[in-house]
Structures are given as structure tokens and as C-alpha cells.
């Protein structure tokens, strides 16, 4: 599907170290449905346990087709890998010390849901095949696993597309969930009268880490699994009520957080870390305390240090306000008369730029290179997160067995649909000057945000201010100097500006570990976040580069699905079934 009246191009931009993902591309498959679908599966998974126990990889490599993807989290190694094709996943069995950590498969019949079925496997619903749910047995675990079959032309035999198998739990080591979720009194020996503690007390003693306890794992800040949001919760959350139910979620889940608290120190001495922190309190108080974890995990937000640009003559800048957009805490009072210049094109860019709107100012975004626009419409219940969808867990499961390669194919053909389904909104933006782009070949928002980070916005309504040239839009410029009463763009356009905000993104999480420990260390870690030759994130929720740190970040969705991944990975270290240096 082709929409010449828009021709949105696609640039690729490559950083130093990235990674630049080739979309995936479907096998030639026979278009016929089968009949006994559970025993397409069924046959499909006794053949593949054989070749497993057998360790004839060759014959289990060839139970997948060439162009297929095995997606693997824990299951296999400690670590993520997707293993392009059988010669791939031939050789990365072989050089493993125990061919495979994975011991068996079967197929999960638990219900509808789970049981084998036909579905669609691209976005336009060209190409069916069987898709199984299966339940996995490892060396030290259980896990969940998903795949996706299709029938190959040539020999007609049923193949692997994509094969997802995921750890969901250490076995030995399960959660306090359900069945064993906590009685909830002390069931303790009773002591003389007064000496046994209550709830309130015993967490007051946990929260502070009184009697001489420490800390596993220090998080530097925080992310959110297990709790969903209530069936009433908004499609989009305001920030302040997003911020009232994380306080909430911290007093309802037990966890001791610490708030007004600086990281002061922290060494590694090979096994712990030896951290000093500075714990202030309302009435001027301030704590200082030491403690010797043996995991630090970093959650300071996948957009790390501010990104702002030095321009000669910032410093003779007259007007009232010249700053980041991070540090921009929205307009205050009318705005008539005066004039505002937002640099940068992206959702931050554009929230700023209608703020000044609708606050009465003269508004012009300096739009340095494309953006990939996705109207709101696109984000509000689709797929597996209809309202009428699975249950989230299982939506993210689903949503994460999916290759990013193949992720990557459906979003080029959902953003060629996106363009023919608002051809006249994309013009309007164009016309005016707009640049946009359709993210990495075409992949648009999803994969510009996993393999760049940003470069995007999601419509709320700036938009089509824009196309009404109520925001004016200047493009293809950078701001060359500030004057006292503006900016030079660098073809010599002055735009004069009450106040200035740059809305120019931010460095990488590898700066804040820089700012916040030191240069050697970070010189230590491996790059965050991008995609890697297998076209998983890189260094997040796994392996840091350096024992006992590790990176947490990414929206929420990403954050209470991998959460359970990164806690597999300590939870292993600390009982002793995996090492750091494992493969």
C-alpha cells in the first residue's frame, strides 16, 4: 500500500555503535487452513523435544524455516537473545557448554486462550498459521512460551515462523502469590506481654532498616509491576495523578522507599557495594547512613542527563525565561503581545509550543529535522489492549513474543495504513512546512522509540495548530546564536522571542550513571538502550557490563513486564544459579 500524495520519508539515523534492524520478511507458506490444528502443534513439539534431548540440533534447526526467529529470555542463557534463522540457532546450541538450559516443551490446553488455534501473523491479515501457547521446563525453572507455525511451500511440512520462550519463575524459589501469598499476622512464637510487634511497627522497623538489616538491592529510583490500573483509569493519565498513584503503589506493595535521598558515595569491592546515603527529612534533619548491597539497580528514566546545546550568546539572552524543556514548569500568566520559541519538534516540543498557545503568546517551533507523528486515535485501545482484550499480563506476554524484526514488518504495513487513513491530516502538516518521517524504514513510532529513543509525538491536539498556522513552524535550521532579544537561525532568519525553551531531548542512561558514580566507572558499562545485532535492547533490564549494576527503564509497559526479568537474573545470582560472567 503506497500513498504518493504524502511521500513521508524514512531517514535513517544511525548513531556511533547502533544498530540499524532489517524488518523481517515472510516465508513462502501454502495459504491452506488445517483441519486439526492441536495436532499440528502437537506433532510439531514431539519433534522438537527429540531433536532437543537428543542434541541433534541440525534436525532441530530444521524444524524452523530460514527466514524464522527463536526469541529467547532466560530460557536458554541468562541473558535476551533472538536467533535469526535454523544455522543461527544451530550454532549458538553448539557452543553453549549444555547445548540448551531448556529441557522440555509441551502444549498449554489450559483454556481457550492458550489452546492452539489459527491466527493471522501480519498487520493486513494475508498470512495465516497455528499459533500454541506452550509451557517450558528448564534446569533451574519454569517458563511460558508461544509459536507461531506456518506450512512451507516446498516440502509442505509445518515450521517455526517464530518461537518465543520465556523463564517465568526459579523453581525452588517461587512468588508469594496466590495460594502462597502471606497469612498476614505474625505467626511467631509469642513473647513476654508488650514485646511482640504489630504490622505498623514491623514495617516502620523494615522500611528503615533497623536491627542492623541491609538492603539486597538498592534501586535508584523506581518502576512498577504487579499492580494494574483500575478498570476506570484514563486512557491517558494526567502526570499528577500518575504521581498520586505511584505513592499508592509504593504503600500498598511494602516497598521501602526512601524519597529526599542523595546517593553519596559507593564503591565495589568485587562481591558488594559499599554506598553511603544522605536521607533529609521536612524538619531539616539529614541522615547520614551506610549500607553494603549486593545490587544497585539504576531506574532514572530511559531519557538520561539534559541535552542542551551551548549557543554563543545565551548568556546575553534579556528575555524572561531561556531553559530546557525539563525544566519548564508550564505558563503562568497571559501571554498577549509576547513571543516564545520552543527548538525541537517532538512530543515535549509540541506540548510547550500549545501551552504558549493557549496561553496567548506568539508561538514559533524551530523544527531542526523530521518528525514521526502518530494521531491520538492510534494509541487508544487497540489490538491486544482493546477493552474487550486479554488480561494485561497476557497481552504483554503475547505482545513481547512477538521479534522485534517482526514488529518491525507489521509497523511498516500499520504505518502505510496510518498515511492512507489520514492522508488529509499529514498534508495539512506538510503544507505548512512540517517535515515529517515514518521512522526507521518506515516502521514509524514504535520502532523509532526502540531504536532511537525518541524523535516522535503523539497528537493531542498541537497538531492541527499547527496545520492552522497557529504555531508557526520554521525547518531545517539550527539555532545559530542568541541574541538579547531572540536567535539567528543559521540561514540568518532572526526570530525574536520573549522566552526561548530547548526541547532538545536528552543523553543517554550511561551519563546519569557518569554524573551520579564517575567517569571510570561509566567508561566500564556497556551502551543503553538501542537495539543490538539481534535486535534486543541493549544493556537494560540484563547485563550492565560491571557485576552488581544493572539498568532499569522505559515506559510502564516495558517496565512491568522486564521488572520480572531483571528480578530472575538477581534472584539466580543471590541463590547461586547463575554468575555474572555466565554466557
Keep these: ?146 509459536v507461531r507455525l506456518l506450512q512451507d511451500e516446498e516440502s509442505g511440512n509445518w515450521k517455526a515462523f517464530t518461537l518465543f520462550t520465556a523463564m517465568y519463575e526459579l523453581r525452588d524459589h517461587k512468588e508469594t502469590v496466590k495460594h502462597r501469598r502471606p497469612s498476614g499476622f505474625d505467626d511467631t512464637v509469642p513473647g513476654e506481654l508488650g514485646e511482640r510487634e504489630n504490622w505498623q511497627e514491623r514495617r516502620v522497623a523494615q522500611e528503615n532498616f533497623q536491627g542492623n538489616s541491609e538492603p539486597t538491592v538498592l534501586i535508584i529510583d523506581n518502576h512498577m509491576p504487579y499492580l494494574p490500573f483500575p478498570d476506570n483509569w484514563p486512557v491517558f493519565t494526567p502526570k499528577d495523578k500518575l504521581a498520586e498513584w505511584m505513592e499508592f503503589y509504593a504503600r500498598a506493595m511494602e516497598m521501602n522507599v526512601w524519597t529526599s535521598t542523595v546517593l553519596k558515595d559507593a564503591k565495589w569491592d568485587e562481591t558488594r557495594w559499599k554506598v553511603t546515603l544522605a536521607r533529609h527529612f521536612s524538619d531539616g534533619r539529614v541522615d547520614t547512613l551506610m549500607f553494603y548491597p549486593r545490587h544497585i539497580i539504576q531506574a532514572t528514566g530511559q531519557a538520561g542527563e539534559i541535552n542542551l546545546p551551548i549557543i554563543k550568546g545565551m548568556n546575553k539572552f534579556h528575555g524572561s525565561r531561556l531553559c530546557h524543556s525539563s525544566q519548564f514548569r508550564g505558563v503562568q500568566f497571559s501571554g498577549k503581545g509576547k513571543r516564545a520559541v520552543v527548538i525541537g519538534s517532538c512530543n515535549s516540543g509540541h506540548d510547550i509550543a500549545q501551552d504558549y498557545y493557549e496561553h496567548g503568546y506568539d508561538v514559533t517551533m524551530v523544527q531542526r529535522s523530521g518528525t514521526c507523528v502518530d494521531p ?43 498515511e492512507l487513513e489520514n492522508k488529509d491530516f499529514f498534508a495539512g502538516l506538510k503544507r505548512v512546512g512540517f517535515q515529517l518521517d515514518r521512522g526507521p524504514d518506515g516502521s514509524g513510532r514504535k520502532m523509532k522509540y526502540l531504536e532511537n529513543g525518541g524523535g516522535y509525538y503523539i497528537d493531542v491536539g498541537a497538531s492541527q495548530l499547527i496545520i492552522d498556522g497557529k504555531i508557526k513552524i520554521k525547518q531545517g535550521q539550527e539555532v545559530a546564536q542568541i541574541t538579547a532579544q531572540g536567535l539567528f537561525l543559521a540561514d540568518g532568519t532572526e526570530l525574536l522571542a520573549d522566552e526561548i525553551v530547548f526541547a532538545t531531548g536528552y543523553k543517554g542512561m550511561r551519563e546519569t550513571a557518569r554524573k551520579i558514580f564517575n567517569d571510570r566507572f561509566a567508561d566500564q558499562l556497556k551502551e543503553v538502550w538501542g537495539l543490538d545485532e539481534e535486535g534486543e535492547l541493549k544493556s537494560i533490564w540484563r547485563r550492565s557490563g560491571h557485576a552488581g549494576f544493572w539498568f532499569a527503564g522505559g515506559n510502564l509497559a516495558l517496565s512491568r513486564y522486564y521488572s520480572r526479568m531483571l528480578a530472575l537474573q538477581i534472584k539466580a545470582i543471590e541463590e547461586g544459579s547463575m554468575r555474572y560472567e555466565d554466557p
Design 376 to 418: 491520538t486515535q492510534y494509541l487508544k485501545g487497540k489490538g491486544l489492549y482493546a477493552e474487550d482484550g486479554p488480561e494485561t499480563e497476557e497481552a504483554d506476554f503475547m505482545t513481547h513474543s512477538v521479534p522485534n524484526a517482526l514488529l518491525k514488518r507489521r509497523e511498516i504495513e500499520v504505518t502505510e495504513r496510518l
Design 1 to 146: 500500500m503506497v500513498v504518493a500524495s504524502i511521500q513521508m520519508p524514512s531517514p535513517i539515523h544511525t548513531k556511533p555503535g547502533q544498530y540499524h534492524l532489517p524488518a523481517a520478511t515472510y516465508p513462502q507458506t501454502i495459504s491452506s487452513i488445517p483441519v486439526e490444528v492441536e495436532a499440528v502443534a502437537s506433532k510439531w513439539t514431539i519433534f522438537f523435544n527429540q531433536n532437543l534431548q537428543n542434541q541433534d540440533f541440525r534436525s532441530l534447526g530444521n524444524l524452523f524455516f530460514e527466514e524464522s526467529y527463536w526469541r529467547d529470555q532466560l530460557c536458554l542463557s541468562w541473558d535476551y537473545h533472538t536467533l535469526h534463522g535454523p544455522q543461527s540457532i544451530r550454532s549458538f546450541l553448539e557452543r553453549h557448554p549444555k547445548g540448551s538450559r531448556l529441557n522440555h516443551l509441551s502444549i498449554d490446553e489450559s483454556d481457550l486462550l492458550h489452546r492452539p488455534k489459527i491466527v493471522p501473523i501480519d498487520h493486513n491479515h494475508e498470512i495465516s498459521g497455528v499459533q500454541a501457547f506452550l509451557k517450558i521446563e528448564t534446569d533451574v525453572g519454569n517458563g511460558k512460551g508461544l
